[in-house]
């Protein structure tokens, strides 16, 4: 009798446990047209080497244009 009640205790313990670490995503940035975009860190590859580029390299210095592609050059 002791080990039911001590396996139901665990078991509800162990579903508390993982209630407890669910993850709530985030909301989604709402960006609208002529926000300031966020700063955001990529890789550029040039064919022989790849380097680190963020957003705010350009501030200040250039007009940015992003454009993003679903799946571009994935076959997909």
């Given at each position: 009798m002791h080990k039911r009640v001590i396996?139901?205790?665990?078991?509800?313990?162990?579903?508390?446990?993982?209630?407890?670490?669910?993850?709530?995503?985030?909301?989604?940035?709402?960006?609208?047209?002529?926000?300031?975009?966020?700063?955001?860190?990529?890789?550029?590859?040039d064919g022989t080497k790849t380097k680190a580029v963020s957003l705010h390299d350009f501030k200040g210095k250039k007009q940015v244009a992003l454009a993003f592609f679903v799946f571009a050059f994935t076959g997909g």
């Amino acid at each position: 009798m002791h080990k039911r009640v001590i396996g139901i205790l665990l078991a509800a313990l162990v579903s508390l446990a993982g209630v407890a670490q669910e993850k709530v995503a985030p909301e989604p940035l709402k960006i609208k047209v002529g926000d300031v975009a966020p700063d955001f860190t990529l890789l550029e590859y040039d064919g022989t080497k790849t380097k680190a580029v963020s957003l705010h390299d350009f501030k200040g210095k250039k007009q940015v244009a992003l454009a993003f592609f679903v799946f571009a050059f994935t076959g997909g």
